[in-house]
Structure formats: structure tokens, C-alpha cells
């Protein structure tokens, strides 16, 4: 179970944020063509981060514990907007893994299986609840 995360409007721009989960503090941001100071993340973007992350710390897990030689995983993900054939729009997070090693096509295909089996996709494809009440 993740900590609670806090997030605090803070001076900086009109958008700018102090995130902290007890442990850590970031800052979340809008560009600077939004009129804010771009301090940090978009929303957007620590969502892609969140996947990212995710989906390169599963893949390492895996490859530990079949013991599979990886000098470095990447994963870059990005985020659009697409219409479904009934109208919807739909959020796509495109996500590309960059794994440096000598693995066969079928053990590269294997860890495309597993990525698709991280916790974060896994939540974001099969959709949430979102409770919201005043503190």
C-alpha cells in the first residue's frame, strides 16, 4: 500500500505544488505557456512516470529472478487523447521498452508480456473509483 501523498498549492507560479508522502517532497507544475513557473511534473506527466517506473521495476524483479543478464532497462511513455468508433474519448499511454541485452526474440516478447502485467497498467486499464470528501 502506497503512503498518503499531500499536495499544497506553494509559491512559484499559479500552478505550482509541494507534493510529499512523508519521505519525499517533489513538485508538481504547469509549463510556462500555462502561466506557471514549470517547476516540475505535469499531472500528466507523473502519471507517464508512474507506469514508467513501474513497468522498469517489474521487468527488473522478473529478469532477478530468472536470473537474465540486463545491463539497463528504459521505458519512455507518452500520453494522448484518442476517439473510440462509439465517440469516447479515450486516454492511450504509449509505452516503448529500451532493454540492453543479448536476450533471445521469444525472452524480448516474454518481457513484453510481463511489462503488460505491472500493477500500474494493470490499474489504469481496468479503470478506478475516486472518493472525494471535504477533510
Not at 512523508?22 to 500555462?34: F, I, K, Q, T
Not at 543478464?69 to 516503448?96: L, M, Q, W
Amino acid at each position: 500500500m502506497a503512503q498518503p501523498v499531500t499536495v499544497k498549492e506553494r509559491l512559484g507560479g499559479i500552478y505550482t505544488l509541494d507534493v510529499t508522502n512523508g519521505r519525499h517532497h517533489l513538485y508538481a507544475d504547469e509549463p510556462v505557456e500555462y502561466g506557471s513557473s514549470d517547476l516540475g511534473p505535469s499531472p500528466f506527466e507523473y502519471l507517464c512516470a508512474s507506469l514508467g517506473s513501474c513497468t522498469a521495476i517489474t521487468l527488473r524483479m522478473y529478469v532477478g529472478r530468472k536470473k537474465w543478464e540486463i545491463e539497463n532497462i528504459a521505458v519512455t511513455v507518452t500520453h494522448t487523447y484518442r476517439k473510440t468508433a462509439d465517440g469516447e474519448t479515450k486516454s492511450v499511454f504509449s509505452r516503448v521498452l529500451n532493454i540492453e541485452s543479448d536476450l533471445s526474440e521469444e525472452e524480448l516478447g516474454r518481457l513484453v508480456e510481463i511489462a503488460n502485467k505491472c500493477p500500474v497498467h494493470k490499474m489504469l486499464e481496468h479503470g478506478n473509483i475516486v472518493e472525494t470528501t471535504l477533510g
